[in-house]
């Protein structure tokens, strides 16, 4: 009995293994990066609600809220999108990784093509999905009411980690419509957790470090 159930506890864990890698590769990250590697720095500013062991027990998912990370390039925001959404991935969940910027542009290309609605219905068994880099590029009209009619039909039905260079109060920049903007914004503060990186990136840091 101790070997059929050794046996059994071998298989099941090759099958995770084997779920946990084909999640990881549907999800489309842009490396390997993961929480392991992760440095937790003193620039990193938690909202008193929140907290480092919270967001890593990947709880926001369960609650279907979403993380937004703030702050300066550089100071390893994708990082922390990436190691989480990577630990979704081996804890079962499914999850995808866009750049904002190409999503729109596949959000564009669909509408053109009448195949949005087929987009769309890619994504409904998406546990998580990861918007990286909602920055300076500004979208076009048409790009920005997509993507915010996007995220309200995911609001409270998916969780979501937004990475952004921007404070939300200078997301005009991004998006052409202020009231769209104060709509996206709405959605986004409300069940949320938003956390803020204080202080100069952490790349140009090494890397100055490493010249002298």
Known sequence: MQYLNDLFDEEHKLREQTKSIRLIKKAKFLDKKNLHTYEWTEQIRFPPHTSKEEICSLSFIEKGE???LVGSPGTGK???ATGLGR????NGYEVRFYR??????ELEQALRLSKLSAFRK???KVDLIILNEMSYLPFSKEGSEL??????EFYEQKSLIITSNLEFSQWNRIFVDSRLTAALVDRLNHH???ISYQGESCRLTNA?????
Not at 147 to 152: A, D, F, K, P, T
Not at 208 to 212: G, N, P, T, Y
């Open 66 to 68: 979403s993380v937004v």
């Open 78 to 80: 994708t990082h922390l």
């Open 87 to 90: 630990k979704a991935c081996e």
């Open 100 to 105: 904002v910027a190409h999503l729109v542009e």
């Open 122 to 124: 890619k994504l409904e």
């Open 147 to 152: 993507l915010l009619q996007l995220i309200s």
């Open 192 to 194: 949320a957790h938003i």
């Open 208 to 212: 100055l470090s490493k010249r002298k």
